[in-house]
C-alpha cells in the first residue's frame, strides 16, 4: 500500500513499500517467449470454436450460440486474468480461442442476413477487412 509522507511543512509525497506488484506477483521479464507459446495456443482453440459453430447453430439456433460464446468467452478472458499458473492459462487461452471464434463467426454470418443475396460476399469481404484492419493496425 502506498502512504503519504510529510517532507517539509505542506509538502507531502507519496511512498512506495519495499513490495511491488512485480516483486508480489514474481513477473520476470525473462519469461517473454513462454508468453509467447502459451499466447499461441489461442488458434487451435480458434480451430475448435469453428469446427462447432456450424453444428451448434443448426442445432440451438443463431442467436444462442451469439449469446453463449459471448458471455463464455468474456468469463474465459476473466479466468485469464486471474490464473494462478500458466497450464491453468493455457487451458483458458484455448477455451477463450473457442468461444471468440463461435461469437465472431456467428456475428459475421447474422450480420450478412441483412444484406440481399447478391450483395453479401462483397458485404462480407468489407466487414472482415475492417475487422482485421482493426485487429492489426
Known amino acids: 500500500q502506498w502512504y ?3 517532507v517539509r511543512g505542506d509538502q507531502w509525497e507519496w ?3 519495499d513490495r511491488t ?3 508480489y506477483f514474481d513477473l520476470q521479464c525473462s519469461m517473454d517467449k513462454a508468453f509467447l507459446a502459451i499466447s499461441l495456443f489461442f488458434i487451435p482453440g480458434c480451430v ?3 469446427l462447432l459453430n456450424g453444428q451448434l447453430s443448426d442445432r440451438i439456433g443463431r442467436k444462442r450460440v451469439l449469446l453463449t460464446g459471448l458471455i463464455l468467452s468474456m468469463l474465459s ?3 485469464q486474468a486471474f490464473s ?3 497450464s491453468v492459462f493455457t487451458t483458458f487461452r484455448i477455451i477463450a480461442g473457442a468461444f471468440f471464434m463461435m461469437f465472431q463467426n456467428t456475428a459475421l454470418t447474422y450480420s450478412n442476413e441483412f444484406f440481399p443475396g447478391t450483395k453479401r460476399p462483397l458485404c462480407s469481404f468489407i466487414m ?7 485487429k492489426f493496425r
Open 128 to 134: 472482415v477487412k475492417i475487422v482485421l484492419i482493426w
Open 77 to 79: 478472458n476473466i479466468g
Open 21 to 23: 506488484m512485480v516483486s
Open 48 to 50: 475448435i470454436g469453428l
Open 4 to 6: 503519504q509522507r510529510r
Open 15 to 17: 511512498v512506495s513499500p
Open 84 to 86: 494462478s499458473n500458466y
